[in-house]
């Protein structure tokens, strides 16, 4: 990661849900640029697309028109999910999984050992007591 290039930049970014008359516009043509070190806060009304936003910013949706990039980070998709993560708002443990086993879901799907996921799990669980 470059210190010196945005970590992600919006460029009239725009996400819609359906089509036609059913159509929802989530987010409408939203230009943003974060900075590493940045903090942020978006804020609006239930149902403002500020969920979406966060989305579309982590790559986990496309645009349907507009871009966003990661400047700092790998072109390559596949790759670039090792290097964000989405802490959601709602529980999203897997209920047939122990706290070990959520905690490296993630590390597996990126493809990383057994046994570094091991390591990083322990260590993860110490540091949260």
């Known amino acids: ?10 460029t009239d970014a725009s996400r819609t849900f359906g089509s036609g008359r059913s159509a929802v516009v989530a987010v409408q043509g939203t230009t943003a640029q974060v900075s590493p070190g940045a903090r942020i806060a978006i804020a609006g009304p239930s149902g403002s697309g ?5 989305h579309l910013m982590a790559g986990l949706e496309l645009p349907t028109r507009g871009q ?45 050992s057994e046994q570094e996921c091991r390591d990083r799990v322990a260590e993860a669980l110490e540091l949260a007591g």
């Open 1 to 10: 990661m470059n210190p010196n290039e945005n970590l992600v930049v919006c």
């Open 50 to 54: 500020k969920s979406t936003l966060l």
């Open 68 to 112: 966003v990039t990661w400047p700092s980070f790998s072109s390559d998709a596949a790759e670039r999910a090792g290097d964000i993560g989405v802490v959601f708002q709602s529980p999203s443990l897997v209920p047939a999984l122990d706290v070990a086993e959520n905690t490296a879901l993630p590390m597996v799907l990126a493809g990383v």
